[in-house]
């Protein structure tokens, strides 16, 4: 069974930043594709930043703000975050992939919100 646990969520005012870590149970280069999602209060859950390889990808509410990395020391894969603004309030969830067809692994979330 993978695990994987996020941190570093917290209350930042806008215009601030943050970087969010995902730690995971097994070495994270293993991941066929590792990523984040967010889901805002009411709202669906939405495609924020992944990697799959030397690949990234964003979403397009990230607007260039964002930017995902691979820590292999830590065994982590980060999410570092600028120019936040209210609308980036959300549960951050992480997710990985072993392989194109498995269902993937999820996180438990954390909470990250934007306000002054």
């Known amino acids: 069974q993978v695990q994987l646990v996020e941190s570093g969520g917290g209350l930042v005012q806008p215009g601030g930043s943050l970087t969010l870590s995902c730690a995971a149970s097994?070495?994270?280069?293993?991941?066929?594709?590792v990523g984040w999602y967010r889901q805002a209060p009411g709202e669906q859950r939405e495609f924020v930043a992944k990697l799959r390889g030397g690949t990234m990808e964003y979403g397009g509410s990230t607007g260039g703000r964002f930017e995902i990395s691979r820590d292999i020391a830590k065994n982590t894969v980060d999410l570092q975050m600028s120019n936040l603004s209210p609308d980036d309030t959300a549960v951050y969830y992480c997710y990985g992939r072993l392989s194109p067809d498995s269902s993937g692994y999820w996180g438990q979330g954390t909470q990250v919100t934007v306000s002054s």
């Open positions: 097994r070495s994270i280069v293993s991941f066929y594709d």
